[in-house]
């Protein structure tokens, strides 16, 4: 069986798994799993260029795809009244202090020379720039929350169309992994490991905890849908011509009415990730590419033939977080809600390293096979699990002790098919299911 072949029969019984789905149990969730898994396949892309094609170790995924969610608020949503008047031109200038200071340091550590002096003159600007900052941002953010907490209680946004705020979640997602970069990369890979997922622990304590910024646990709700492609539910069930379009396909408006809406995203994400595939690939097949892999295999040897490895790392560190930023906005807007608590690393980061692994390391079709197999195992595990478990249990006598702690269980048939699906991969097919060429 040639590659092609093979690679092919993958993806239709992926295709078919979903399929399968909408037939026995409901179309919508289906759709829902289709969603989710071209989102998943854009964040798999995003981490294989940073692995597959320069072996950089990035364990804060988690903390790109929260930022781009935080981008489709500060971008989409509107501007909470009044906010700006009180506190918000003053966050932003205790912003600009703060940044200042930084600067300020490290003109004084650059222009100095070392010694005491120069120690003392760097303790005394990061001081005095502290203090001025935190006395404009804290009477800034304490206006600002102030504002109608239960339902606001941050700045908001621009107000501007939700398909622009995608490109700024990559954009904002960009910005922070060149700051990492430009620290961490210097580092061995597992420390590399460590620091990424540290910084993304601290971005998403950030967006907890800042109220100002989008409204911390509390989370934001009402995120605006990516019209006109995407309607809303309650529009379509009043028009005629939609209420006839569904009874000729024998829906109720409901149903039909949200598989619409669903299929609207379905369009837009199939784009994106489109796109993104192509300039990957075209990416994977030029020069920079091969001279990425050449690094990736040898850095030294790399280093020897002139190649300035540190800077094409963080070349190839911001285009992936970049990535996963789009990710993170895409999902946020069909979510239509920003929720900082849902952020968690095993959903994140840990599961999309599972479908780069799986898909094939270095492959960006691996990576986009991987992303919708691991996805609909991750959704369909657990029913199946349960229904599995009624099974083996039907025997049993109600209230058995046994078939209590077996239909339990069945809560963990996800985190335990993980680990079976990347022992088995790692096993018989080690360079994943679409490996390498």
Not at 346 to 364: C, K, Q
Request: aromatic content about 8%.
């Amino acid at each position: 069986m040639t590659d092609s072949v093979k690679n092919t029969l993958l993806f239709t019984i992926v295709g078919g798994l979903i399929l399968l789905t909408g037939f026995t149990q409901s179309w919508n969730t289906a759709i829902l799993i289709l969603n989710m898994g071209l989102i998943s396949a854009i964040m798999a892309i995003g981490v294989n260029l940073q692995w597959g094609f320069a072996g950089l170790f990035n364990v804060g995924v988690m903390g790109f795809v929260a930022l781009g969610g935080l981008a489709v608020v500060l971008v989409s949503t509107p501007p909470t009244p009044g906010a700006w008047a009180a506190g918000g031109y003053g966050i932003v200038l205790s912003l600009l202090l703060g940044a200042a200071t930084v600067v300020a340091a490290v003109l004084v550590a650059t222009k100095l020379p070392k010694g005491r002096v120069q120690t003392l003159t760097i303790i005394a600007v990061l001081v005095v720039g502290f203090f001025v900052y935190r006395a404009v941002f804290d009477p800034s953010i304490a206006a600002v929350e102030a504002i109608d907490p239960a339902i606001a209680g941050n700045i908001g946004g621009l107000n501007l169309p939700v398909l622009l705020a995608w490109p700024a979640g990559g954009l904002l997602a960009a910005g922070a992994a060149w700051l990492i970069g430009k620290t961490a990369l210097g580092l061995r890979s597992d420390y590399l490991a460590i620091a990424t997922l540290g910084i993304a622990e601290i971005i998403i304590a950030v967006m907890k905890n800042e109220d100002w910024l989008a409204r911390g646990v509390k989370n934001v709700y009402g995120i605006p849908r990516p019209s006109p492609v995407v309607g809303y539910e309650v529009d379509l069930q009043n028009d005629p011509a939609f209420l006839a379009r569904a009874e000729w396909l024998g829906l109720d408006p409901v149903t039909a009415s949200t598989l619409s809406v669903k299929l609207g995203y379905s369009l837009l994400f199939l784009i994106v990730l489109l796109v993104l595939l192509w300039m990957a690939q075209m990416a994977l097949k030029s020069p920079w590419g091969r001279m990425m892999r050449a690094i990736r295999d040898n850095e030294v040897a790399a280093e020897a033939m002139g190649k300035d490895v540190t800077r094409r790392h963080l070349q190839i560190f911001v285009l992936g977080s970049a990535v996963c930023g789009i990710a993170g906005a895409m999902m946020t807007t069909l979510d239509g809600q920003l929720t900082p608590s849902a952020y968690q690393p095993l959903r994140f980061t840990f599961l999309v390293w599972v479908m780069v692994i799986v898909g094939g390391s270095g492959n960006n079709f691996g990576a986009v096979l991987g992303a919708f197999l691991i996805w609909f195992l991750w959704v369909q595990v657990e029913p199946i699990g349960l229904w599995l478990m009624n099974v083996i249990t039907a025997g049993l006598p109600d209230g058995s002790a046994l078939k209590v702690h077996l239909l339990d269980s069945a809560a963990h048939m996800r985190l335990f098919t993980m680990g079976l699906i990347l022992l088995i991969v790692l096993r018989f097919s080690p360079r994943g299911l679409i490996p390498e060429k």
